[in-house]
């Protein structure tokens, strides 16, 4: 089952990738997991990744390919991936679709996440995050046990630079503008399904089983 999961930031990629990866038994492969295992590990690769993103610039193309094509490497991805953040522009959906139809693989399916902006915006600005572990929480849908603590190792809680509204717009904008082409690649190859997200997690999960449940079955990677 290979899988990517398209939606602008605060649209619940990560929750719902991470769901569908233990369902279907594959790994949830998130392009920020892999900059930062790279960091720490001070693979070559990383270190080339950590010059551009301490310049505030963006990682270019090749290398994010490149690291997306070590993961998918790795024995756990034999029988397929959710992948979460990648592909962000439509060159590297092409030269993703290139290089899977080279080993004699395609996706399964691509599921496009909707969110009104003005909810993203709300969920955004209200969002925290460990700095150690990485885990999210909401202070008004899912707070943390202790105010401001991470509940798993008690690490004061951040509020991200990029969570406060103005940033939060601009993001959205660049958004906008890098998927719009790339729902237009996926919808003429007949790959996209779209969700509406600005519900509770719960039944924006039990929409995701019913429309990939099938394509799982179909995909022969069932054991």
Do not use: W
């Not at 962000?88 to 679709?97: G, I, N």
Request: with cysteine; hydrophobic share 40%.
């Amino acid at each position: 089952m290979r899988l990517v999961l398209l939606g602008p930031p605060g649209a619940g990629k990560g929750t719902q990738a991470g769901g569908l990866a233990r369902r279907y038994e594959v790994p949830h492969i998130s392009t920020g997991d892999m900059f930062r295992e790279h960091g720490q590990l001070g693979t070559p690769l990383g270190l080339k990744i950590a010059r551009f993103m301490q310049s505030g610039q963006l990682v270019p193309d090749d290398l994010v390919l490149e690291m997306v094509e070590e993961r998918l490497t790795r024995e756990d991805a034999r029988r397929g991936f959710v992948c979460d953040g990648f592909p962000r522009t439509l060159p590297q959906a092409e030269s993703f679709a290139r290089r899977l139809a080279s080993h004699g693989l395609a996706l399964d399916g691509v599921v496009l996440l909707e969110v009104p902006f003005q909810a993203l915006i709300r969920r955004l600005c209200l969002r925290r995050v460990c700095p150690r572990c990485g885990a999210l929480y909401h202070l008004e849908d899912r707070p943390p046990r202790q105010a401001g603590l991470c509940d798993a190792d008690g690490s004061v809680l951040l509020h991200r630079e990029d969570d406060h509204e103005e940033i939060i717009r601009e993001r959205l904008e660049v958004y906008q503008q890098q998927t719009a082409p790339l729902v237009a690649f996926y919808e003429k190859a007949t790959l996209l399904f779209r969700v509406d997200s600005a519900r509770p997690v719960e039944n924006i999960r039990a929409d995701l089983y019913e429309i990939l449940d099938p394509l799982y079955e179909r995909s022969g990677d069932t054991r």
